[in-house]
């Protein structure tokens, strides 16, 4: 690519919302960059915004979709760097926007890698973003000198309707040429060209967004469900130890019956040796000592069973949750499922044949690259589609996964609690083995 020609301007274009909100030139904006100006209206943001280099004529020649993260007191964060120029020269091709198809940068079409996630897609529907970028550049609120000349040719940037083929039979003779001929022939194929860069970024955008959408969705599901699959754990955890607590009060309850039934027995003992009086007094006695323990035992009988009814009124409403988030997790599959078949694969395979690749990236096989017939497998059960992959059954390999997660000893004592100390992580789940890999020196081979 050649870096910006003599004479062309450089300028950049913040949006707000899907419309232009502020231009300036490169020279302003730098200023911005450097601390010596600040936008007060963008505090606290982050702002969409678009470099364009436009030639002599007004019409652009490259485009980088690019944000600007501003702090609180309306100055860029000190941590942005992007190469605006550089993504420029040296991007893709992107649509014609009256010139010939421009050089392009932006999240599905990015030259450099690193710098995607900083990025983002222009709207390509009614009214699209290089529509806007093409009206604010003929507007020329920046005052940019513009060059005449006929040669130039300056078109809308909406959609060019092609022209219609006409087929010549073979017997035919062909005309002489047209002196326009060349000309034209060289007009229509830049058009052509610019349609199906058009198409190419269209659906590498559809695609990005896709991505995006079905991974925040599975990221929402997955950590709804680790959240209340600990609760659950919590409630069990809670209700052993009532149970366990149940015990001891049963426990004590029989010392009790074990000590009353010797003071019964020493006392009758005393009653046969004939003194009456000392009979009606353990008579008193043990009638007194029932009561009480009657009442003691009945109120910590109710409180326990309380307790433990709320427990279990606790794990139901909980099971019923995740229940309900599993239905709609399976309901949103379906419904991808649905789309994806309906279309009969038709996106996905233009994307293919346009050189889009599906890749995914999972611990133990790192990027996963999906050709459009195991897009479906992998939505429906994305962790038992890479087990497979992996070679170890599904539950290995989500044993193999905690461990990659929080590598540390997960040995377990009587008392149910686990060690958790710190040991070498296993990087590929083949070489897992439960009950060693997940094991300190102390605990290897012992115990659950």
Known sequence: MLDLQAGANEAVVFFKGDLVDKEVRYAEFEAVLDGFAGVPAYSGKVVKAVYLQINRHLVIQAAVFFTLPFAEDGQVESTWNIPLQHLADHGLTGPDLGDGTIRLACRSSCPVVWYKDKLWDPEMGANSTFDLLVEAVKRNRLGLIEERSPAVRVTPAGPVQAQPQVNVPPSSPVAPAAPTGPRFNRKYRRRLEGLKQKHRLELSTLAERLKRRVDSTEASYVERLRAKDESLQELKSRLAKARRNELKLKEALDGYENKFNKIRERYEETLRKGSSEYAAEVAVLREQFQVELADKTKAQA???????????????????????????????????????????????????????????????????????????????????????????????????????????????????????????????????????????????????
């Not at 999972?362 to 690259?369: F, K, M």
């Not at 040995?411 to 890999?437: N, W």
Request: net charge negative.
């Open 302 to 448: 109710e409180e326990l069973n309380e307790r433990i009814a709320m427990r279990e009124a606790e794990l139901h409403y909980r099971d019923e949750q995740i229940a309900k988030l599993r239905d709609e997790l399976t309901l949103t599959k379906k419904e991808l499922q649905s789309l994806m078949k309906n279309d009969s694969g038709q996106i996905l395979q233009r994307m293919t044949d346009t050189g889009i690749t599906f890749v995914a990236y999972h611990p133990g096989i790192e990027h996963l690259v999906l050709v459009p017939a195991e897009i479906t497998a992998y939505v429906n059960d994305p962790i038992a589609f890479v087990s497979q992959r992996c070679g170890v059954p599904i539950e290995h390999y989500r044993e193999w996964l905690m461990h990659y997660r929080l590598p540390v000893c997960r040995f377990k004592d009587a008392d149910g609690q686990v060690c958790g100390q710190p040991i070498d992580k296993v990087m590929k789940p083949l070489y897992f083995r439960h009950g060693e890999s997940d094991r300190c020196r102390e605990h290897l081979g012992g115990g659950v």
